[in-house]
């Protein structure tokens, strides 16, 4: 990293904020992105209030309302495809995507009920660049001895250019569900055939699983 | 219960290294000797610098074993341990078998340069072999002797060979060639193998079948959801074991700089 003189001040008001931080007993880089951690801690706190509704249909229902609206799952399809994504037909691409929204959405609440009652908090987050950011939350007051409270719940945020934001994917303790679905979607398309045929099969694998 | 996804990706990373002391039992069924050899002829010619899994066809072959002893014996034998142990019993029954792998473990500590760890090892081992009632209590983890896990896998990679290909063991589960070997060898560090009396052979074949039972049992739920909602079983369980074995390699420390961009990040180029 360069060095510049005009970082002076920035790097003082980092080093105040960081000892602060320290003092305050808290852990966080110095490289946060404040936006970004507000952004997940409201749909966490959304998600907090749908996963205390006690019918199980209702919760379900508000758990995808949330994916639906901060999910930002037609990139995370075509990321899903790897390096088929650019092989498969536009009729292919358009017939896979609303597919695997509702995959995904199943897999989220999935992931999400096991949080029925718990708050989850955000403890900080990286910037792996100005428009991709990761932010980790934990369970809030977890109860002493619960082995699944030190486990990180990652989430990552894409900045839009206009500066809105959405979110990319989720994870626990660096293992992202994203990748795992990439990993199972090219094999389905290579274990049949490979690109446009290989696609026909998934299409088809992936609505017998939703159930559309 | 709650955190099926959560609890089977940290026990992914747990289960590779206990399920080393079931080894002895697995390798004997392993399918049409013609065709796995082909398998891995075929293998051998794939270029493995950017294909994750350049065994697959063998892997999946040997998947498809697991998944034959995991339906008909493991689970059914995972459950009926569940119904007629209380959890009490069945987390001293951990720590037991945990103790008895402290041989092994000491070893690779020793091997590791690990002096501290491999004193702690050591301490741990005569507090809760004796007090600890033969390692089904961890007092010594009360007098602030944390427990850790070592095997040869690890310290073949702390001395700085690679893992090699993807490899998939029934039984033994996702694994790599160094890991493979590793846990080999991690039987060949168990005293008890050179002792060959009955006795002694039973001691080992119940402990390895124990120890089978008590890492299938806590991941009954979890595998089993991962199952239902995944289109390529197989490949939904190398993605997971390869994510977080990425984080093993870098000390258990989580980094960021190696996920892959999600979406068209260069159409931003210009504005970073």
Request: with cysteine; charged share 25%.
């Amino acid at each position: 990293m360069i060095k510049r003189p005009q970082n002076i001040t920035r790097r003082l008001a980092l080093a105040g904020a960081s000892i602060a931080i320290v003092l305050g007993g808290a852990i966080s880089p110095a490289w946060a992105d404040r936006a970004a951690e507000d952004y997940i801690q409201g749909i966490l706190d959304e998600a907090f209030v749908a996963l205390n509704v006690e019918n199980e249909d209702e919760k379900l229902d508000a758990l995808a309302e949330l994916v639906d609206k901060y999910v930002d799952e037609r990139r995370v399809a075509i990321f899903t495809l790897g390096q088929y994504a650019r092989r498969i037909t536009d009729e292919q691409k358009e017939e896979f995507i609303p597919l695997f929204k509702k995959y995904a959405t199943i897999v989220y609440q999935d992931a999400l009920s096991n949080y029925s009652g718990e708050h989850l908090v955000v403890t900080g987050s990286v910037d792996r660049s100005e428009r991709d950011i990761i932010v980790n939350s934990k369970v809030a007051n977890a109860r002493p001895g619960d082995q699944w409270a030190e486990i990180v719940v990652h989430w990552r945020v894409y900045r839009n250019r206009d500066g809105s934001m959405n979110v990319l994917d989720a994870g626990a303790e660096n293992i992202w569900l994203a990748l795992e679905q990439r990993s199972q979607f090219t094999s389905v398309i290579a274990n049949n055939g490979g690109g446009q045929k290989g696609m026909d099969a998934l299409i088809k694998q992936l609505r017998d699983q939703v159930g559309a | 219960m709650r955190g099926y996804f959560l609890q089977a990706c940290a026990a992914m990373t747990l289960s590779v290294v206990i399920l080393g002391g079931t080894a002895h039992a697995q390798l004997s069924n392993a399918g049409n000797a013609e065709t796995l050899s082909e398998d891995l002829q075929k293998a051998a010619q794939t270029p493995t610098s950017d294909v994750p899994d350049p065994w697959e066809g063998f892997n999946r072959k040997m998947f498809a074993t697991h998944m034959f002893l995991d339906n008909n014996l493991l689970v059914p034998g995972a459950k009926a341990y569940r119904a007629v142990t209380p959890a009490k019993g069945r987390k001293g029954i951990r720590k037991f078998l945990h103790n008895a792998r402290t041989p092994s473990i000491l070893i690779n500590d020793i091997l590791q340069g690990e002096w501290k760890r491999a004193g702690k090892t050591t301490s741990r081992f005569f507090v809760n072999s004796t007090v600890g009632f033969l390692g089904f209590a961890d007092p010594a983890a009360h007098l602030g002797i944390e427990s850790h896990d070592e095997d040869f896998g690890q310290t073949l990679a702390s001395w700085g060979v690679s893992s090699g290909p993807y490899l998939f063991l029934p039984l033994l589960g996702p694994s790599s060639i160094r890991d493979g070997i590793g846990a080999g060898v991690d039987i060949a560090f168990d005293p008890l193998i050179y002792i060959d009396t009955d006795p002694a052979r039973f001691a080992q074949y119940s402990r390895a079948g124990m120890t089978g039972l008590s890492v299938r049992e806590p991941l009954i739920e979890p595998l089993e959801d991962i199952q239902e909602k995944s289109l390529d079983y197989y490949a939904s369980l190398r993605s997971f074991y390869l994510q977080a074995r990425k984080r093993e390699i870098n000390n258990g420390r989580t980094t960021y700089d190696d996920l892959p961009d999600i979406g068209e990040f260069e159409e931003f180029d210009d504005l970073e």
